[in-house]
């Protein structure tokens, strides 16, 4: 939602790639924060930078950045949670949130590309920038815990895991929605200078 207001170098292909390492850096940077821990499940800021960037500057650059994060910690480079790294985060009992970081930034890329469009959401952006992170958080939380499901052995209390995790998820979509507005109003008054 915030992509046209970004002219690094004219080039919107260039801009697009300056703008994937910087949200590639700052998700390897601040990723690793940990918010809470519940039941062996790091909570963490990857969910949100990875849903974070996509909205603010588009379905391109955030499947860029996500993919490079996952090949990245695939590889070997210790970025994901607890400095881990490895394809076998990818079978894991993490690996379903893993896999749902490339579809919840595709998600929340073209949802900010198309509020984008629509004059009356844009006039609401606070509010629209809350829905679209939380409802790609959500995917990131059901396709994860679906996935913790699917590999359990015994019985799983889907409700119970998600009523658990659903007040960090909405803190963290609170301090998302603060920066998207804050990263907004900066851009508007880099503008306005222009």
């Known amino acids: 939602m915030l992509r046209l207001k970004v002219n690094i170098t004219g080039n919107t292909f ?3 790639l300056i ?7 700052t998700l390897v940077l601040l990723g690793h924060i940990q918010l809470d ?9 990857q969910s949100l930078l990875v849903v974070l960037f996509p909205l603010m500057f588009g379905m391109r650059v955030g499947l860029i950045f996500v993919s490079a994060y996952l090949l990245a910690g695939g590889f070997g480079a210790p970025v994901f949670a607890g400095n881990e790294s490895g394809w076998n985060h990818f079978l894991g009992a993490t ?8 579809i919840a930034a595709l998600i929340s890329g073209v949802a900010g590309e198309m509020a984008s469009k629509i004059p009356s959401l844009n006039r609401i952006t606070f509010i629209t920038g ?19 499901d699917a590999l359990s052995h015994s019985s ?11 007040p960090r998820l909405l803190v963290k979509t609170a301090l998302g929605t603060i920066v998207f507005v804050l990263i907004g109003r900066i851009l508007n008054n880099l503008n306005s200078k222009q």
């Open 14 to 16: 260039q801009d697009d």
């Open 19 to 25: 703008l994937s390492l910087l949200s590639f850096v």
């Open 37 to 45: 821990l519940v039941e062996g499940l790091p909570i963490t800021l």
């Open 95 to 102: 690996g379903g949130f893993l896999l749902a970081f490339p």
């Open 130 to 148: 809350a829905v679209i992170l939380f409802m790609s958080q959500v995917i990131i939380l059901l396709l994860g815990i679906g996935w913790m």
């Open 156 to 166: 799983f209390d889907f409700t119970t895991k998600i009523t658990s995790l659903m």
